[in-house]
T-cell receptor, first 110, second 114 residues
Framework: GQQLNQSPQSMFIQEGEDVSMNCTSS?????WLWYKQDPGEGPVLLIALYKAGELTSNGRLTAQFGTTRKDSFLNISASIPSDVGIYFC??????????FGTGTRLTVIP | DTGVSQDPRHKITKRGQNVTFRCDPISEHNRLYWYRQTLGQGPEFLTYFQNEAQLEKSRLLSDRFSAERPKGSFSTLEIQRTEQGDSAMYLC????????????FGPGTRLTVT
């Protein structure tokens, strides 16, 4: 079946450091979405990517659509305490729903 | 501009009881989705509506689960004869037909079955 593996599973970083995480798929995606989820809340859409090789920024966040269309990367620059949460990648599974990755849990130490 | 809202935010129920959750999507969105999320996992798709029509159901949606979107606006998800394994976060999302694959999620309903 379809798999979306995220790496690393968890990260502990100092405030101010940059963060990199990635997502690898067993199949080709035409869209990559990155979400952040805080405890007890729903996922919030951060960045959407639509073309292989595309690089898109949203404030301190930058995401890239891998050229093989089987991976995507998310970078956070100059992390702050409110960046804490779980980051999920997701892509369309069929026409009508999203398939989510395993998540990367980020902890920022002040 | 209001986002997706869900009610209640938390529900504790005894095994065997029925529960119903409500989702109000973003007002101009005609697509609505229900997902379930258990601890440590990403959301998993349950079912999808386009306007009032339920067009897709996951195999995760057992016979005890039913979802409706009677007027193509809000949706309800009912679980009958709840089991402890139904304990999870139930998430609703909406999107615009003809848009990209972006889905916008509500805050979720946390269900605990005791």
């Amino acid at each position: 079946g379809q798999q979306l593996n995220q790496s690393p599973q968890s990260m502990f970083i100092q405030e101010g450091e940059d963060v990199s995480m990635n997502c690898t798929s067993s199949s080709i995606f035409n869209t990559w979405l990155w979400y952040k989820q805080d405890p007890g809340e729903g996922p919030v859409l951060l960045i959407a990517l639509y073309k292989a090789g595309e690089l898109t920024s949203n404030g301190r966040l930058t995401a890239q659509f891998g050229t093989t269309r089987k991976d995507s990367f998310l970078n956070i620059s100059a992390s702050i305490p409110s960046d804490v949460g779980i980051y999920f990648c997701a892509g369309p599974a069929g026409a009508n729903n999203l398939f989510f990755g395993t998540g990367t849990r980020l902890t920022v130490i002040p | 501009d209001t986002g997706v809202s869900q009610d209640p935010r938390h529900k504790i129920t005894k095994r065997g009881q029925n529960v119903t959750f409500r989702c109000d999507p973003i007002s101009e969105h005609n697509r609505l989705y229900w997902y379930r999320q258990t601890l440590g996992q990403g959301p998993e798709f349950l079912t999808y509506f386009q306007n009032e029509a339920q067009l897709e159901k996951s195999r995760l949606l057992s016979d005890r689960f039913s979802a409706e979107r009677p007027k193509g606006s809000f949706s309800t998800l009912e679980i009958q004869r709840t089991e402890q394994g139904d304990s999870a976060m139930y998430l609703c999302a909406s999107s615009l037909l003809g848009g990209h694959d972006e889905q916008y999620f509500g805050p979720g309903t946390r269900l605990t079955v005791t």
